[in-house]
Structures are given as structure tokens and as C-alpha cells.
């Protein structure tokens, strides 16, 4: 499973950085952060209702993607420039590092919700495990309407101003998680978590295939999905000594604070730097 996800990460990156100019890229990674927002919808919870049947019906949704196939035999294809290709340029690693240490940290925040939130909804606020469910979900669903409209924004404000704005949403979600005395008040962080993760992830791809060569866009398409597993990986790790020390709802206030002050870094770096729409 995790060598099948990660080769279609990277194949997938690879090929919309081949198939569409700037343009037309920002407005296909808008329409793909609608799909994984409801995607993450329809399969969060239709997993969850056929594990009530089974424990094992949730595997059957895997068996979706043999629908695709006459769709990719169909559709996709090499791109020429990479047929005429001779020379395989450098890794430009200074240049991308950037992009792939803002994947890992995007992963480390997003997967606080799926591994942190559920304890505090059962264990401090007392709720259920369907109300970890429909909260997710709903999250995803402002995701994906974020995702949308991704390339109108795109076209008003730089990469930087969107990680700006993104981080001080996360900063207002995870704050408002930290003092939440009921489900009610959650609900309101979950809407500024998705707006934040909308723009987060598209953003990240987008600014990564502004950057990357295009003879070298496979291998560093790796490197990105990598990075975002690998935040995936370290996500529960970093946080439980903070859990043990300070509570759930203790790492949330801080990680709000860490938010906010980053984006306030990405503020000040953008005043002393020259204005442009990178």
C-alpha cells in the first residue's frame, strides 16, 4: 500500500507540472483539492459504516481504483520534452528544500486531527467516536471549497502572503481547540483547520512546481511525497511527550502559538524583501 500511494504521488505531481502551463495548473490543483477534501469525505465515513458490517469491508474501497484503469490507458501520456531529453540537469537542493520542509511541517500539523483530536473528543469533552467522524468530515468539506478557489486567490496574492494567511488560520483553529469546553465550540476550530489545510496543500504544490526543473521534476516529485509522509510518520512522535507533559489541549495552545509567530516571521520576511508575486 505504501509503495502504491507513493509512486501515484509522485507520478501525479510529475505529470501536472507536464501537462499545464502556470495558469491552468493553479486551476487543476484547485479542482484536485476538491477531490481529496471529498474523497476524504465520502471515504472516511463510508469506511466507517462498513466496519459496523465488517472489519474487513472497509479494504473493498480499495478495489475502486480498477475503475481507473481504462481512464489512464486512455488519457495519460508521456509528455514529449521528456522523450527529446538529453542532458539530466543538477538537483537544485537549496532551491527546493524550502518546499519540501514546508510539506513535512504542513503533514506534522494536518495529521494532529486524525491522531490527537479523537482522544480529547472521547476522553475530555465526551463525546463519541461518530462525533470524531463527522468533525473530520466536516473539516474536509470546508477543505474542499477552499481547494476551489484556489487559483482566484492565487491570482491576487503570492506564495508567501497564502503560507501567511494559512498559518494565522491554524493558529485560530488549534487556539480555539485549546480552550473548547464542548463539541459545539470544536466546530468552529474544524472550519478555520480546513481553510487552512485547503490552501496549505495546494499551495505546496503549486509553489513547488514553479520551482523545480522540469527534467528533473520526477525525482524531486519523490522527495515532496516523501516529505509529506514522512511529516505523516514523525507527526505522533513529536507530540506525545508534549501530551504527557502539558495535556492535548495544552499541545494545541502551544503549537497555536508556534502558528502564530511563524506567520508573523513570514510578515516580517516579506516587508525586507522586495515585493513580488512568488
Known amino acids: 500500500l505504501g509503495v502504491g500511494v507513493a509512486m ?15 495558469a491552468s495548473r493553479h486551476k487543476f490543483l484547485s479542482m484536485q483539492g476538491v477531490a481529496v477534501g471529498l474523497g476524504g469525505i465520502l471515504f472516511i465515513t463510508g469506511g466507517g459504516y462498513l466496519a459496523e458490517l465488517h472489519w474487513s469491508y472497509p479494504f473493498a474501497i480499495y478495489l475502486i481504483p480498477l475503475l481507473f484503469f481504462p481512464l489512464i490507458f486512455a488519457a495519460l501520456f508521456e509528455p514529449e520534452h521528456h522523450k527529446k531529453a538529453v542532458q539530466q540537469q543538477e538537483f537544485d537542493a537549496p532551491r527546493l528544500w524550502p518546499v519540501f520542509g514546508t510539506a513535512f511541517f504542513a503533514m506534522v500539523l494536518f495529521y494532529m486531527l486524525p491522531t490527537q483530536l479523537p482522544y480529547l473528543i472521547v476522553q475530555t469533552l465526551q463525546g463519541s467516536p461518530s462525533d470524531v467522524g ?13 481547494s476551489m478557489n484556489y487559483s482566484k486567490i492565487k491570482a491576487r496574492l503570492s506564495f508567501g502572503s497564502i503560507f501567511m494567511v494559512t498559518f494565522l488560520f491554524f493558529a485560530a483553529g488549534l487556539m480555539i481547540i485549546s480552550q473548547a469546553a464542548n463539541l459545539s465550540q470544536l466546530y468552529f476550530s474544524t472550519f478555520f483547520m480546513g481553510v487552512g489545510f485547503g490552501l ?30 514522512m511529516g505523516q510518520f514523525a507527526s505522533p512522535l513529536l507530540f506525545e511527550p508534549v501530551v504527557k507533559l502539558l495535556g492535548i489541549q495544552g499541545l494545541f495552545f ?25
Open 134 to 146: 463527522v468533525l473530520i468530515a466536516f473539516s474536509m468539506l470546508v477543505n474542499a471549497l477552499t
Open 200 to 229: 496549505m496543500l495546494v499551495n505546496i504544490n503549486a509553489w513547488f512546481l514553479s520551482r523545480v526543473p522540469p527534467a528533473i521534476k520526477g525525482k524531486a516529485s519523490g522527495i515532496l511525497a516523501s516529505s509529506f509522509f
Open 254 to 278: 502551544n503549537v497555536a502559538l508556534f502558528s502564530l509567530a511563524l506567520s508573523f516571521v513570514i510578515f516580517i520576511s516579506k516587508k525586507r524583501g522586495r515585493p513580488n508575486r512568488r
Open 8 to 22: 501515484i504521488m509522485t507520478s501525479s505531481t510529475a505529470l501536472v507540472g507536464d501537462y499545464f502551463d502556470e
